[in-house]
Nanobody, 125 residues
Framework: VQLQASGGGLVQPGGSLRLSCATSGFTLDDYAIAWFRQAPGKEREWVSCIGGSYDRTWYTDSVKGRFTGSRDNAEKTVSLEMIDLKIEDMGVYYC???????????????????WGKGTLVTVSS
């Protein structure tokens, strides 16, 4: 099982980035995929989750209206479109997978079965 986040980089406040999470070794349909981030000196926090029969999406309050999650089961990728980035959005972003059959929450670390390596998002002028 592998997940690999990519797409991070340096962007000015107000800018945009699109993160991708490439997955392999499991059936993406069977999992919810979450994004977490960790800013320097802070604890990792949940950002977004996509899952369910109709690819429902959930977001932490601070990114609602600015971040949009999507998934392509055929390509086995999950994306996070981020616009109007703020300095507080900066951090290492991780994608993680939660097995739907186990019924764990996709907005908690303990709900994740598999984690990928992160991608760094830097927001700076």
């Amino acid at each position: 099982v592998q997940l690999q986040a990519s797409g991070g980089g340096l962007v000015q406040p107000g800018g945009s980035l699109r993160l991708s999470c490439a997955t392999s070794g499991f059936t993406l349909d069977d999992y919810a995929i979450a994004w977490f981030r960790q800013a320097p000196g802070k604890e990792r926090e949940w950002v977004s989750c996509i899952g369910g029969s109709y690819d429902r999406t959930w977001y932490t309050d601070s990114v609602k209206g600015r971040f949009t999650g999507s998934r392509d089961n055929a390509e086995k990728t999950v994306s996070l479109e981020m616009i109007d980035l703020k300095i507080e959005d900066m951090g290492v972003y991780y994608c993680a997978a939660s097995n739907n059959a186990l019924g764990r929450p996709c907005n908690k670390d303990y709900g994740m079965d598999h984690w990928g390596k992160g991608t760094l998002v830097t927001v700076s002028s």
